[in-house]
């Protein structure tokens, strides 16, 4: 027979679980938003989609068009093409 204890166990209290802010980004690029991409981005020395999306806070499928779009104007240069990151770099003057 168990000894008869008396009180009763505290029932555990369960956390809510971190909850992570909406990100608000920008779905759509504006004149501001493509005078400042052309501008910053030739300074950045590793460019890739994250680095956009986090610096300019836009889209991730907004920061792949603009990528595009800068590599067809020479402003940046592929590095690696990979089918998941791709990574650019500013363009110099010398190719290697």
Request: proline share 1%; net charge positive.
């Amino acid at each position: 027979m168990a000894p008869a204890t008396g009180g009763k166990k505290q029932k555990k209290k369960w956390s809510k679980g971190k909850v992570k802010d909406k990100a608000n980004h920008a779905v759509v690029l504006d004149k501001t938003a493509i005078e400042r991409l052309n501008k910053e981005a030739q300074s950045y020395r590793l460019i890739t989609v994250a680095t956009l999306v986090d610096r300019m806070k836009i889209n991730g499928s907004v920061a792949r068009h603009a990528l595009r779009e800068l590599e067809d104007k020479g402003l940046i240069r592929k590095v690696v093409a990979h089918a998941r990151c791709t990574v650019y770099t500013r363009a110099t003057g010398k190719e290697d």
